[in-house]
């Protein structure tokens, strides 16, 4: 399991005798093998603030479908707020191009290669919610097939005799 702190922040309420101080801890939690959460915990010190926010992430972890255990099945757009998010599947040897908060959350996850663009609010809980949001409608072709109750190879468009593969097409 991947822990990654991704936001700490320093919040006052404000009483009778002054401020009172305590911190807003945001992580993000995964398995690098298509599961990730995230998680939010206040407390009077970091270390329980950052303890709180691991165990909520462990709880409201989602499955999300890899394409060869390394990218997303296909592009995704998520929002939350004034956040807005966009990740794209990208060929082998391209990384995780993405910035801040939505990085943590891609590699938390096990994407190896993904391109993610974030516009609006670069408020980290929101980009963390908007990622959640994009990556929460990625399906996989066997998903797909059921839910139409279709073969794989009819989604794909693949044919039985091979006749369609890129293999078969003569240049």
Same mark, same amino acid.
């Given at each position: 399991?991947?822990?990654?702190?991704?936001?700490?922040?320093?919040?006052?309420?404000?009483?009778?005798?002054?401020?009172?101080?305590?911190?807003?801890?945001?992580?993000?939690?995964?398995?690098?093998?298509?599961?990730?959460?995230? =998680?939010?915990?206040?407390?009077?010190?970091? /270390?329980?603030?950052?303890?709180? @926010? &691991?165990? %909520? $992430?462990? #709880?409201?972890?989602?499955?999300?479908?890899?394409?060869?255990?390394?990218?997303?099945?296909?592009?995704?757009?998520?929002?939350?707020?004034?956040?807005?998010?966009?990740?794209?599947?990208?060929?082998?040897?391209?990384?995780?191009?993405?910035?801040?908060?939505?990085?943590?959350?891609?590699?938390?996850?096990?994407?190896?290669?993904?391109? =993610?663009?974030?516009?609006?609010?670069?408020? /980290?809980?929101?980009?963390?919610? @908007? &990622?959640? %949001? $994009?990556? #929460?409608?990625?399906?996989?072709?066997?998903?797909?097939?059921?839910?139409?109750?279709?073969?794989?190879?009819?989604?794909?468009?693949?044919?039985?005799?091979?006749?369609?593969?890129?293999?078969?097409?003569?240049?």
């Amino acid at each position: 399991m991947v822990e990654k702190l991704v936001h700490i922040n320093r919040v006052a309420a404000t009483v009778k005798g002054g401020r009172r101080f305590s911190f807003a801890a945001l992580m993000v939690v995964g398995d690098q093998k298509g599961r990730v959460g995230f =998680g939010h915990g206040k407390a009077r010190e970091v /270390p329980e603030a950052i303890r709180k @926010a &691991t165990e %909520e $992430a462990k #709880k409201s972890m989602i499955r999300v479908p890899l394409r060869e255990s390394r990218t997303l099945h296909h592009d995704g757009n998520g929002r939350w707020g004034a956040g807005k998010v966009m990740v794209r599947a990208a060929p082998p040897g391209t990384g995780v191009i993405a910035g801040g908060p939505m990085r943590a959350v891609l590699e938390t996850l096990g994407v190896q290669d993904v391109v =993610g663009k974030s516009s609006g609010s670069s408020n /980290p809980y929101n980009m963390v919610r @908007a &990622t959640f %949001e $994009a990556l #929460k409608v990625q399906s996989s072709p066997r998903q797909i097939a059921a839910k139409r109750g279709k073969k794989v190879a009819d989604i794909l468009g693949r044919r039985a005799d091979g006749a369609g593969s890129p293999d078969a097409i003569e240049g």
